[in-house]
């Protein structure tokens, strides 16, 4: 029979795995051949039930075959993470990236609305991206394949840095330092504040971490 549809109308169709339950490869939106084509190509010559397999999506097909898929994590405010699936043109910069991710996620109207996305591998910051960096200079070698990204909102404390501040990566640890753990996150300080000062504000910022612990 011909394989007819409308890509807008139906979900991402998947081949049947030879000799496998299980499903292979996605059918392209515009091909063009016949269900007899399908499982003779890929070995379902048996006579048992001929299957073919469907993934929902939240966009059109077509739309999703122009597309990279981007797997990131929300972090809000109470530090509860989200997993974000973005499809994104494979041209777009950091900012409109975030700009997709934005229609996932619920900001709250006291923050900035600033969101930026961070570089987390071994539960240490390694990277924060600028805006203007290319969509494909973020993808991890296969060496890092425990690389995670995560997008927060910007601290409103954080918007505005002057000459003599900086934002500094901070980690968990336990008993080592090559023991961390929990969600690492980046810390404003000023050229000269001193320990205790630094010390205070964390405690702020963290009410719900005890000074025995910290």
């Known amino acids: 029979h011909e394989v007819t549809y409308e890509a807008s109308e139906l979900d991402s169709v998947f081949k049947p795995q030879s000799h496998r339950d299980i499903a292979g490869y996605a059918i392209k939106s515009h091909f063009e051949g016949t269900l007899k084509d399908l499982f ?3 070995g379902q010559r048996t006579k048992s039930p001929k299957k073919l397999f469907y993934l929902k999506l939240n966009i059109a097909i077509t739309e999703l075959e122009s597309k990279d898929h981007f797997r990131c994590t929300w972090l809000n405010k109470h ?4 997993v974000l699936s973005l499809y994104v ?3 777009v910069t950091i900012s ?3 700009d997709e991710a934005k ?3 619920e900001l709250t109207p006291e923050g900035s ?7 987390v591998y071994s539960y240490r910051i390694h990277r924060v991206f600028s805006d203007s960096v290319s969509y494909h200079n973020i993808q991890p070698s296969m060496a890092q394949q425990t690389t995670c990204y995560r997008v927060e909102e910007i601290p409103l404390e954080e918007t505005q840095l002057g000459p003599k501040d900086f934002l500094i990566p901070v980690a968990h640890f336990h008993q080592t330092i090559f023991q961390c753990f929990n969600h690492p996150f980046l810390f404003k300080v000023s050229d000269g504040e001193s320990l205790q000062s ?3 504000r964390m405690l702020e910022r963290f009410k719900d971490i005890s000074e025995k612990e910290f």
């Open 40 to 42: 003779i190509s890929y």
């Open 198 to 200: 630094v010390r205070t």
């Open 96 to 98: 409109e990236l975030l």
């Open 103 to 105: 229609k996932q996620i």
């Open 79 to 82: 530090r509860e993470e989200t």
């Open 113 to 119: 609305g600033k969101l930026r996305l961070l570089e």
């Open 89 to 91: 043109a494979k041209n």
